[in-house]
């Protein structure tokens, strides 16, 4: 029995690359892995038994570890989840160009004596407040992003 395994096809959490070590108390084979950026700290964590590492390795997920693993990663298509991420990004970014084009547009028609001031403090209080909500949701959905490290 081989006491370590290398993912060379992502599943679940476990991406290309990841070690799966025997755990002999437990008798399974343990994968943990922690990433620490300014904005925080990501952990991942997989315990899997025998049985289902004969599985993935039969299903082409693992191999002995000590083998030589080619370092490309195949294509994958996108989880539900990832595709509502990719969604939510994208209606972000919406909003807040739709926000930032509202505050514009009132300061402007403020100026040229369009509208009211308690009409342009209401309305730039209401856009301000929007895109505080639009960053701070923005912030929570780049925490994993490697380019913010």
Do not use: H, W
């Not at 991406?15 to 892995?33: A, C």
């Not at 693993?69 to 989840?81: D, G, K, M, S």
């Not at 308690?118 to 994993?144: H, M, P």
């Amino acid at each position: 029995m081989n006491v370590a395994y290398k993912v060379i096809k992502p599943f679940g959490c476990a991406k290309i690359g990841d070690i799966f070590n025997f755990d002999s108390d437990d008798r399974e084979f343990v994968m943990e892995d922690t990433k620490t950026t300014k904005k925080g700290t990501n952990s991942r964590f997989m315990s899997i038994n025998e049985e289902y590492v004969d599985a993935l390795v039969k299903g082409g997920n693992l191999e002995p570890y000590g083998s030589e693993v080619a370092e490309v990663e195949e294509e994958t298509l996108p989880t539900i989840a990832e595709l509502k991420l990719i969604a939510l990004e994208a209606f972000i970014n919406d909003c807040k160009t739709k926000y930032e084009g509202n505050l514009d547009k009132v300061r402007k028609d403020f100026e040229e004596g369009k509208i009211q001031p308690c009409l342009k403090l209401e309305s730039e209080t209401v856009n301000q407040n929007l895109l505080k909500l639009i960053n701070a949701i923005q912030q929570i959905l780049d925490v994993d992003k490697e380019d913010n490290e």
